[in-house]
């Protein structure tokens, strides 16, 4: 069902009908050299006119540098004139002040524009594709996701991932920028939750010598890195509260200044950000501006955990199964497909990933299968490893890494017996990044407290 919050509305992908809830008003452009161009506002005010330091640059002769406003008042949306020479127009009558109604033609000089709120809603039907680029999925929940992508990608509506680790939002993010006309053009992520605090402004603005202590050359940040290609924020609403006007400013203006610099530098990106957490919700107790929270949710998706989807785990683990190197795993039968399909994955994909892969080299026969972390190798330790050579360097060490952290987190668990604050200390971890592996994993600590498996049993 499709939830609505007073005043934290946005383009959203709906829970049960295949529609876009919209805020803000567009602008077609009538008249002139941009004549088609639209245009698509979330901010409470925009300024129109000939200077680059509008929001919305009108290249026309016609036109004044700073010629007229456009300011939101509730619901209602006014004009007003800023001493313009040749005069601003709503209906073909002059105006200095004036409220617009869905559908005016508004006039600055001789470039006419039509008022269209995004207020409405559009009908979206599920995709008749079963995947997105290399994000897979059969389910309905699935394809209405990929029913949005397909029509948004290739414009550059900034685009909000909300949905629980492990989900495969950042695989989205990277399927977006592939699809849109930017593909040739740089990906740089940003983890927003994984950066120090102290260092996030840098790693997204970039410095100057002498910006802060330690800072010895000129760095560019992750902005200028995406020029002309697509920023991909993960983890957002971890974003410091005393940064987020500057990243408000960055999205609005299209200009960053670097940490102890003057100069504002201009930038071409598209945005993405993603969240494991509920934007409104962080909204709602002031932890993150509702401004920016508009500017990123242009268009808002939900994507769906494992356990809403589960026709998905069979062709999922097929597919998984299927980049192993040939002869190292066997096909689920059907009692241990009913164990898989029934479990709930807290983890979602990246665990359901996990879990076929470490059934490949950990189960006794390849079978795949809920095979727990720490469990005995079927190899010996001299036997050759096996890799698959459909992936890069770069993919096989990362997916090496990701087995040593889920075998390295089961057995530190193991060892302190699912006490997270001691096993921080033993593993010399910082506390809030153990919960975080301990989440992108699906692992649970309290299944390693003393007296567990009893419980569970009972």
């Known amino acids: 069902m499709a939830h609505e919050e007073q005043g934290v509305d946005s383009t959203v992908v709906a829970d049960d009908v295949e529609e876009l809830r919209h805020v803000g008003f567009r602008l077609l452009v009538l008249t002139g050299e941009l004549r088609g161009r639209e245009f698509e506002v979330v901010q409470d005010t925009v300024r129109l006119g000939k200077s680059r330091q509008c929001n919305i640059v009108l290249p026309d002769e016609s036109v004044s540098r700073v010629h007229s406003e456009i300011r939101r008042e509730g619901d209602a949306y006014r004009c007003n004139d800023l001493r313009s020479t040749n005069g601003t127009f709503i209906g073909g009558a002059r105006i200095s002040d004036a409220f617009l109604k869905p559908g005016d033609v508004l006039a600055l000089g001789k470039v006419q524009l039509r008022f269209m709120p995004r207020d409405s809603r559009v009908e979206l039907l599920p995709s008749t594709n079963e995947n997105f680029g290399p994000v897979h999925g059969r389910s309905l929940a699935m394809r209405k996701i990929f029913g949005v992508l397909e029509r948004v990608s290739a414009a550059d509506a900034t685009i909000l991932l909300e949905g629980e680790t492990g989900t495969g939002k950042d695989l989205i993010a990277r399927a977006i920028h592939e699809s849109s006309p930017r593909k040739d053009q740089p990906f740089v992520i940003v983890d927003c939750g994984g950066v120090a605090a102290s260092q996030i402004e840098s790693e997204l603005f970039g410095h100057e010598p002498g910006g802060f202590a330690g800072a010895t050359q000129r760095r560019k940040g992750a902005f200028e890195l995406a020029h002309k290609g697509t920023l991909f924020l993960d983890d957002v609403a971890e974003l410091p509260v005393d940064l987020q006007p500057k990243l408000l400013r960055a999205l609005e203006n299209r200009k960053i200044r670097r940490v102890g610099g003057y100069d504002e530098v201009e930038v071409d990106v598209r945005i993405i950000a993603a969240t494991h957490r509920s934007l409104r919700e962080q909204v709602a107790s002031d932890e993150f501006r509702e401004d920016l929270y508009f500017n990123l949710a242009v268009v808002s998706a939900q994507v769906p955990p494992l356990r809403d989807r589960r026709e998905d785990i069979p062709m999922l683990i097929d597919l998984f199964s299927r980049r192993l190197p040939p002869g190292m795993w066997k096909e689920p039968g059907p009692e241990a497909m009913a164990r898989l399909v029934g479990y709930d994955w807290p983890g979602n994909v990246r665990e359901l990933r996990n879990v076929v892969e470490r059934s490949a080299y950990l189960s006794p026969d390849g079978v795949i299968d809920l095979i727990k972390p720490g469990s ?83």
């Open 376 to 458: 005995r190798p079927r190899t010996h330790r001299d036997e050759a490893l096996a890799f698959d050579p459909t992936l890069t360097f770069r993919e096989q060490k990362e997916r090496a890494v990701e087995l040593f952290e889920e075998a390295y987190l089961a057995w530190l668990l193991q060892r302190s017996e699912g006490n997270i604050s001691r096993a921080a200390r033993e593993a010399d971890m910082d506390r809030k990044y153990l919960h975080k592996l301990l989440r992108r994993y699906g692992i649970d600590a309290k299944q390693y407290a003393p007296g567990a498996s009893s419980r569970s049993r009972d």
